[in-house]
């Protein structure tokens, strides 16, 4: 699945966008965004067809992320997730996946 392009960075940048994403925590501990998504259906699928490297890197994070909440610590300012940088990497698995299940919904409503 070489076609997808995660995004990268917020749609709309803004400082209320920034001060939010800052205020959440999840980026001291270097997670993205999509590490934090509540696994539904959906978002298990997708997490299903990452590629294996996306996948490692996501499970890296997830790790990492409860090493140091368990020992009560953080990343060093340097290293965590930036609001313009991270990166939407689950963001066209999860779009397919939701647009099959509407489309899978719609034939079984239909017939």
């Known amino acids: 699945m070489s076609s997808y392009i995660a995004r990268k960075g917020?749609?709309?940048f803004s400082s209320l966008?920034?001060?939010?994403?800052?205020?959440s925590g999840f980026n001291q501990y270097g997670l993205?965004?999509?590490?934090c998504l509540h696994e539904n259906e959906d978002v298990k699928e997708a997490i299903r067809?990452?590629?294996?490297?996306?996948?490692?890197e996501r499970n890296y994070r997830i790790m990492r992320a409860?090493?140091?909440s368990m020992t009560k610590t953080i990343l060093p300012k340097e290293q965590w997730t930036?609001?313009?940088?991270?990166?939407?990497y689950l963001e066209p698995y999860l779009n397919e996946v939701i647009q099959e299940r509407e489309?899978?919904?719609?034939?079984?409503?239909?017939?």
Not at 32 to 35: F, T
Not at 82 to 88: A, L, N, T
């Open 10 to 12: 917020p749609l709309v």
């Open 17 to 23: 966008g920034k001060w939010a994403y800052n205020l």
């Open 32 to 35: 993205h965004r999509d590490d």
């Open 49 to 56: 067809r990452l590629p294996r490297k996306l996948y490692d």
């Open 66 to 68: 409860l090493h140091l």
């Open 82 to 88: 930036k609001y313009e940088e991270d990166v939407k």
């Open 103 to 111: 489309e899978r919904e719609d034939w079984n409503k239909n017939h």
